[in-house]
T-cell receptor
Framework: DQQVKQNSPSLSVQEGRISILNCDYT??????FLWYKKYPAEGPTFLIS?????DKNEDGRFTVFLNKSAKHLSLHIVPSQPGDSAVYFC???????????FGQGTRLTINP | ETGVTQTPRHLVMGMTNKKSLKCEQH?????MYWYKQSAKKPLELMFV???????ENNSVPSRFSPECPNSSHLFLHLHTLQPEDSALYLC???????????????FGSGTRLTVV
């Protein structure tokens, strides 16, 4: 049973436009959500996170939105840059739990 | 440099070989993890260590044997692997539960393992 799902394996966006990556989860105990970015031949690096007490968190060009009723979160990147081309993983954890549960990733390609 | 170092970066081994993957962190973390990343699959948690003690084994076959001699080092010993074990093996570290708020992991660059 996959508790965190990223249903789009890939996404292609024009440079300068907005990239929107989506993530759905099934476990209502999850209360903390993270996005990681991964380049080829490197490990995932932390990008941005959001707690369930918020519905939005912004950091520069990156904004994460959380819709608890829909069990859905999204990562917005604007404006998209070529260096944003990578695989993006959504992850979630439950209160008091140590384990991060990851989605399968979305490969984002920014076209010049 | 991410603060979590994994060696080797690439490994090709035969099914009868024995090899070990190494992970080292100097971030002051007391929790360490092994994850497996196969193509088009989510990152799969394999093992969790807190303060050198294994606290989770996610039904991993015994041909994978972890070792955590101290909070800074983690090994994954491999023997009699199968071709389907070929994957990217990622080590991560974090603060352990109770140490402070545990908000995410720091990952190493991974070891790309190919079993032939």
């Amino acid at each position: 049973d996959q508790q965190v799902k990223q249903n789009s394996p890939s996404l292609s966006v024009q440079e300068g436009r907005i990239s929107i990556l989506n993530c759905d989860y099934t476990n209502s105990m999850f209360d903390y959500f993270l996005w990681y970015k991964k380049y080829p031949a490197e490990g995932p690096t932390f990008l941005i996170s959001i707690s369930s007490i918020k519905d939005k968190n912004e950091d520069g060009r990156f904004t994460v939105f959380l819709n608890k009723s829909a069990k859905h979160l999204s990562l917005h990147i604007v404006p998209s840059q070529p260096g944003d081309s990578a695989v993006y993983f959504c992850a979630a954890s439950a209160r008091g739990a140590q384990k991060l549960v990851f989605g399968q990733g979305t490969r984002l390609t920014i076209n010049p | 440099e991410t603060g979590v170092t994994q060696t080797p970066r690439h490994l090709v081994m035969g099914m009868t070989n024995k090899k070990s993957l190494k992970c080292e962190q100097h971030l002051g973390h007391n929790a360490m993890y092994w994850y497996k990343q196969s193509a088009k699959k989510p990152l799969e948690l394999m093992f969790v260590y807190n303060f050198k003690e294994q606290t989770e084994n996610n039904s991993v076959p015994s041909r994978f044997s972890p070792e955590c001699p101290n909070s800074s080092h983690l090994f994954l010993h491999l023997h009699t692997l199968q071709p389907e074990d070929s994957a990217l093996y990622l080590c991560a570290s974090s603060h352990a539960p109770g140490q402070e708020v545990n908000y995410g992991y720091t990952f190493g660059s991974g070891t790309r393992l190919t079993v032939v």
